[in-house]
């Protein structure tokens, strides 16, 4: 089973019952009526209509440095895994509000999995119960991220650039090139944006400036828009029992990848189903992906070795 095969997710998840805004439900009454989330970078605005519409109001403690997990421009490295770092900041939240409930939320961006020339983003959050340390995760993938950067010597070659990433409304960030430095972040108006590149052309050995966007999300409308849509997503699973002992959070958590070849009925890496299952005691369900789908030969080891 693939624990992470997120990009094969969708068919199911339209056909999941919508029962994030029955408030009166019995679902509802069993999640934390409040819950902390940990972010110092606006995430609260994305978020808080989907988990306001399950009844959980969302905490936002003012003096939590989440950068202190770990930066997009590389200034902290993040240490371990998305989860791992989301999970820090879930815990730090509920500590510093005195919560049960913490939730964290991570981005990671870079080149497409299947189609390395292209970029893709990867948007996780995670409901951490701090007396139980159960864990609820949900990821979603963007494959149109607003995620890029142009090496300039001057600021005349980078016009087409920052017209397609709807610069200001997109904000940008400026580094030297060689000199490991930056010059500014959040960078949202041409004034600005002009004195950073002719600083960072004076400073780089190569006479070069980087802009690239800011991938912070209150700086980035893109990840405002998946992290709100992924928020959704997840209040559905949040108000989805597990039909055997009643927790919330249960839902899809990968794949069966074993669909079989059409020619010779040899199975092949394609998934054949979904895989449904509960945080707390363990149950899986099997969802078959299509009735009676079965491979092409072209994806066959047997076939076309």
Same mark, same amino acid.
């Given at each position: 089973m693939k624990s992470l095969g997120l990009f094969q997710t969708e068919n199911y998840r339209a056909r999941e019952v919508d029962a994030a805004s029955k408030l009166t439900s019995p679902i509802c009454s069993s999640l934390a009526s409040q819950a902390a989330l940990?972010?110092?970078?606006?995430? =609260?605005?994305?978020? *808080?209509?989907?988990?306001?519409?399950?009844?959980?109001? @969302? #905490? !936002?403690?003012?003096d939590l440095d989440t950068d202190a997990f770990g930066t997009f421009t590389g200034e902290t490295k993040r240490q371990g895994t998305m989860l791992d770092a989301a999970r820090a900041k879930a815990r730090a939240a509920a500590q510093l509000t005195g919560l049960t409930i913490g939730i964290?939320?991570?981005?990671?961006?870079?080149?497409?999995?299947?189609?390395?020339?292209?970029?893709?983003?990867r948007e996780l959050l995670v409901w951490?119960?701090?007396?139980?340390?159960?864990?609820?995760?949900?990821?979603?993938?963007?494959?149109?991220?607003s995620?890029?950067?142009?090496?300039?010597?001057?600021?005349?070659? =980078?016009?087409?650039? *920052?017209?397609?990433?709807?610069?200001?409304?997109?904000? @940008? #960030? !400026?580094?030297?090139?060689?000199?490991?430095?930056i010059l500014a972040k959040g960078i949202r108006d041409q004034s600005t944006l002009l004195d950073a590149t002719r600083r960072a052309i004076s400073l780089s050995p190569t006479a070069q400036a980087r802009l690239q966007t800011d991938m912070r999300a209150f700086m980035n409308p893109r990840r405002m828009v998946v992290?709100?849509?992924l928020g959704?997503?997840?209040?559905?699973?949040?108000?989805?029992?597990?039909?055997v002992c009643n927790h919330p959070g249960w839902g899809w958590v990968g794949t069966r990848d074993e669909l079989c070849c059409s020619a010779c009925g040899c199975?092949?890496?394609?998934?054949?189903?979904?895989?449904?299952?509960?945080?707390a005691c363990h149950a899986e369900q099997l969802v078959e992906r299509s009735i009676g789908a079965e491979a092409d030969p072209t994806?066959?080891?047997s076939c076309n070795p």
């Open positions: 940990g972010t110092m970078h606006g995430k =609260a605005a994305a978020l *808080l209509p989907s988990f306001a519409n399950i009844g959980v109001d @969302l #905490v !936002v403690p003012n964290g939320s991570e981005g990671s961006y870079g080149p497409h999995p299947f189609v390395p020339f292209i970029p893709a983003g951490h119960d701090t007396r139980s340390g159960l864990d609820i995760i949900d990821m979603m993938i963007d494959e149109t991220p995620f890029a950067h142009r090496d300039i010597k001057e600021i005349a070659d =980078a016009e087409d650039f *920052l017209r397609a990433i709807d610069f200001p409304d997109q904000a @940008l #960030v !400026v580094s030297a090139i060689g000199a490991e430095l992290i709100a849509k959704e997503r997840f209040a559905k699973r949040l108000t989805t029992l597990c039909p199975q092949t890496q394609l998934p054949s189903h979904d895989v449904m299952s509960c945080v994806f066959c080891p």
